[in-house]
């Protein structure tokens, strides 16, 4: 069974950094697209970043391009997000998401695995 655990998350000021860490259980996640999406109260889930399986092919929304990275290592079946220059509006609920192809998608119905999230307070 494929499971996914957030970590990293917490409350920081504004201008601040955090680093988010996705742990990938169940099988090896070198096949397979990953991202970060975030959900804040009362919004939609949305996309942060979506990578290929390798890591070198990403998308990131333009809301968070230049301020958040995106990282994984297939060998310790992790995925980061490092996140700098935060903002109030990034303020929400992460979550890291697997889907069963290699190539990512921008949809976040095309991921089957979810983690069950960690928040993230950016304090103004």
């Known amino acids: 069974q494929v499971q996914l655990v957030e970590s990293g998350g917490g409350l920081v000021q504004t201008g601040g950094s955090l680093t988010l860490s996705c742990a990938v259980s169940?099988?090896?996640?070198?096949?397979?697209?990953m991202g970060w999406f975030r959900q804040a109260p009362g919004k939609e889930r949305e996309l942060v970043v979506v990578t290929n399986y390798s890591g070198r092919m990403t998308y990131y929304a333009d809301s968070v391009k230049g301020r958040f990275t995106v990282s994984r290592s297939n060998l310790r079946n992790t995925m980061w997000l490092q996140m700098n220059s935060l903002k109030p509006e990034d303020t929400a609920v992460y979550y890291c998401?697997?889907?069963?192809?290699?190539?990512?998608?921008?949809?976040?119905?095309?991921?089957?695995?979810w983690g069950q999230g960690t928040q993230v307070t950016v304090s103004s």
């Open positions: 998401a697997q889907r069963e192809y290699s190539n990512y998608s921008r949809d976040l119905n095309g991921y089957s695995y």
């Open positions: 169940g099988r090896s996640s070198a096949n397979y697209a």
